[in-house]
């Protein structure tokens, strides 16, 4: 597929304010032009497509992306040595700014790599403009990047259960970052899980569902839960080992255990000390007593593993 062949009808996109809706309304088009979304999405070719008349690679600078809009269109810049999930991330992220209508108050952005991390909060109305912006550029990327059917597509290929090494996978898949695509695995799953993600032995990260998944209590940069099953993997296991996924003791992670039945834990070493964790969480069900699906539900996870 040529890049040079993509076509973005503005139009169309003009009268959406909404971050998502413009990038799904661009993921429509797409399919229309190529009967899927690319699932290594062409951002140069969309980029060209509404009007970025350049994308320059800067070394030594400071912030991740930078959009200058002038008479003509648009330019982009974008630090130099990115790993290419989050080099797609940023151009995601400029090309946000550049469509969504309510930025384009400004001709100039300069986003530095903690705009890139801003995320939306229940406080979103009060925080300043300069931060929202910045969320919804954000929104726009994410959005952008990973189309829903077609991630519901690749995610169908690795088969119903869960595992940690899918993060990786899909990343590869779609060229995003394990981060961006943890957020969309983890709210995507029709289990109750959570993603863990540590560095020596802290916690950088934690990703839960929007709603539903019991407290985690888990701070930035403290220590992982001392009975977390990473400690004891990582002195048996080499870099990119991946563990079972095993049965633990819910106090182990969680601090009120309330209606969990079963916590299940799998860990992913990875390279320079970084270490991801996927948590599955079992929930007895109000009616339990008199419905026995739970059970079996339960009891097919224990067979998939023996
Ligand atoms: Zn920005």
Not at 36 to 50: E, F
Not at 112 to 139: K, L, Y
Request: glycine share 8%; charged share 25%; hydrophobic share 40%.
């Amino acid at each position: 597929m040529s890049e040079l062949g993509i076509a973005i009808d503005m139009m169309a996109l003009a009268d959406l304010g909404q971050p998502t809706k413009i990038a799904l309304e661009i993921h429509r088009q797409l399919r229309t032009q190529f009967g899927s979304v690319p699932r290594r999405i062409p951002l140069d070719g969309i980029a060209k497509a509404i009007g970025i008349i350049g994308i320059q690679i800067y070394e030594g600078v400071s912030f991740d992306g930078t959009l200058m809009i002038g008479p003509n269109g648009g330019a982009i810049g974008i630090r130099a040595g990115m790993r290419s999930g989050r080099h797609n991330f940023t151009l995601g992220h400029e090309i946000g700014h550049f469509l969504i209508p309510t930025h384009r108050i400004r001709q100039k952005f300069i986003c530095e790599p903690v705009d890139m991390r801003r995320m939306r909060s229940t406080n979103f109305d009060q925080r300043p403009e300069q931060e929202r912006i910045e969320i919804e550029a954000n929104e726009f990327a994410a959005a952008l990047l990973v189309a829903a059917p077609e991630y519901r597509e690749e995610r169908k290929k690795l088969g119903k259960t869960c595992d940690v090494s899918h993060v990786r996978a899909l990343a590869e898949t779609f060229d995003v970052s394990q981060e961006v695509m943890a957020k969309i695995y983890v709210n995507q799953s029709h289990e109750k899980i959570a993603i863990v993600t540590s560095h020596n032995g802290a916690v950088k990260r934690v990703i839960t569902p929007q709603q539903g998944f019991p407290y985690l209590g888990l701070k930035k940069d403290a220590p992982l839960p001392k009975n977390a099953l990473k400690h004891s993997f990582a002195k048996t296991s080499a870099i990119n080992s991946i563990s079972d996924l095993v049965e633990t003791a819910t106090d182990a992670w969680l601090e009120r255990r309330g209606n969990i039945t079963a916590l299940y834990e799998q860990v992913f070493l990875q390279e320079e000390g970084w270490a991801m964790t996927l948590l599955i969480v079992e929930e007895r069900d109000e009616d339990e007593e008199t419905d026995d699906r739970n059970w079996n539900r339960r009891s097919s996870r224990y067979s998939s593993f023996r």
